[in-house]
């Protein structure tokens, strides 16, 4: 199993960036799916953004568009999640999904049920 290791997560004000990092043990593939959910509290765990390393093809939930943007670094098996323009309401728990096969298109993309690798979660809190 591959084991995902997160960073980055915190403490900001609304408006404010921060980000997220996720390095994966193992991936020998030359391409596969990784990317972001979240959860806050009460609320269903949702998709946030995901990338196929292979083409680089990215999805990204509506509700990020604009504000968050997700990127690879291949050689270090490791994705990013650059945050900004940060509001309250995506204060959540972030969690890094992984899959050895390509990302399917939304809304495939954005169910959790897909993902096979998860990492143990990061907090991520924005203050108003």
């Known amino acids: 199993q591959v084991q995902l290791v997160e960073s980055g997560g915190g403490s900001v004000q609304a408006g404010g960036s921060l980000r997220l990092s996720c390095a994966a043990s193992k991936y020998t593939a030359s391409g596969h799916c990784m990317g972001w959910f979240r959860q806050a509290p009460g609320k269903e765990r949702e998709g946030v953004a995901v990338?196929?390393?292979?083409?680089?093809?990215?999805y990204y939930d509506d509700s990020v568009k604009g504000r968050f943007t997700i990127s690879q670094d291949n050689t270090k098996n490791t994705v990013y999640l650059q945050m900004n323009s940060l509001k309250p309401e995506d204060t959540a728990v972030y969690y890094c999904?992984?899959?050895?096969?390509?990302?399917?298109?939304?809304?495939?993309?954005?169910?959790?049920?897909?993902?096979?690798?998860w990492g143990q979660g990061t907090q991520v809190t924005v203050s108003s």
């Open positions: 999904v992984a899959d050895a096969l390509p990302c399917p298109p939304p809304p495939l993309a954005f169910d959790r049920n897909w993902y096979r690798d």
């Open positions: 990338i196929y390393t292979g083409a680089g093809k990215i």
